[in-house]
């Protein structure tokens, strides 16, 4: 039996692009689980929600975190910002 989800090598399904562009425009909050967020293009997902949306990582250790050196290639600055002066949408679980 295998779950509904993504294994790290595994290519993410053809309707995810199409999705990101559709569905997250209108996220009210983001909640990212159990990752490392050093793949692309999953870790960008963090910057394509609105800036009202609360974002929240639930995870053992930080990842994603704002100007990281851990950071995959083309993340960008749009990680998690919950130890920035001014966050107003960042937890860390």
Do not use: H
Not at 70 to 86: A, E, K, L, T
Request: charged share 15%.
């Amino acid at each position: 039996v295998k779950p509904d989800i993504t294994f790290f090598g595994e290519a993410i399904a053809s309707e995810c692009p199409s999705m990101v562009f559709e569905d997250f425009p209108y996220c009210d909050l983001l909640i990212v689980m159990g990752t490392s967020l050093r793949v692309m293009p999953f870790a960008g997902l963090v910057g394509k929600v609105p800036l009202s949306a609360p974002r929240v990582l639930v995870n053992n250790a930080p990842a994603g975190v704002y100007e990281s050196p851990d950071n995959p290639d083309g993340f960008g600055n749009f990680g998690f910002m919950w130890d920035q002066p001014g966050n107003y949408r960042d937890l860390f679980l």
